[in-house]
DNA sequence: GATATAGTTCAAATAATTTTGAACCATTTA
DNA sequence: TAAATGGTTCAAAATTATTTGAACTATATC
């Protein structure tokens, strides 16, 4: 598992994908819980319809900030972490 | 100096302004460079025109990502990394 | 004073993002 | 099998972001 460049474009994905209220409410929902929760019950808790909801997990899937596993009729959601690492913690090292 | 407490605007403030293909060009141009450079070299650097370069200067400072000051007519710029660090480096403990 | 340089502001044009609802697919439950 | 649930897809509408050029302010130089 050798990790692959990142390129200007894998950045820009990531901060926009981090540059939404609605997406950072349910990063911050994830963090707190530490568990994978289905798409359905966040939507409920951030209150916003499916298909706003289907919309912003695709983009934070497509960012890689979240990791997802269907589980029957149902998507779990997590955080992936090491891209939060690789994007905002290590920063400059990856600049 | 005590430093205030984030909001989630501050937030989506900065990483709009990382977000964007340009503006992540302006910050590693800076970051390399590690001094006070005008404006005007910036936008000669990145082949913007001096309006595009304006605007973008603004996202940027009002996200509190580079300290700006005046020298006669023009403006040097350097980064701010004490909001780098807040926002990024130490994204988890200020979420 | 005239001209050049550094940068801002404004409004219009363009482009990108986000929301919405209806129709849809797949799975579960009655 | 019918109905309900979890989620996706599509296109239209609404909202935001970005670029452009012209007109402008301020400072510097001839």
Redesign the pocket.
Known sequence: MTKSMQTTEDSIKVF?AL??P?RLEIIRYLAQLDHAV????I?RVMQ????????????LQEAGLIIVHKV?????VTLDRSTFDRYLTHFWQNL
């Open positions: 926009k540059a939404d609605i289905s798409c359905g019950e939507s916003i319809s499916k298909t706003s909801g289907s919309y912003h997990f695709k983009i029957a009729r149902e998507k779990y």
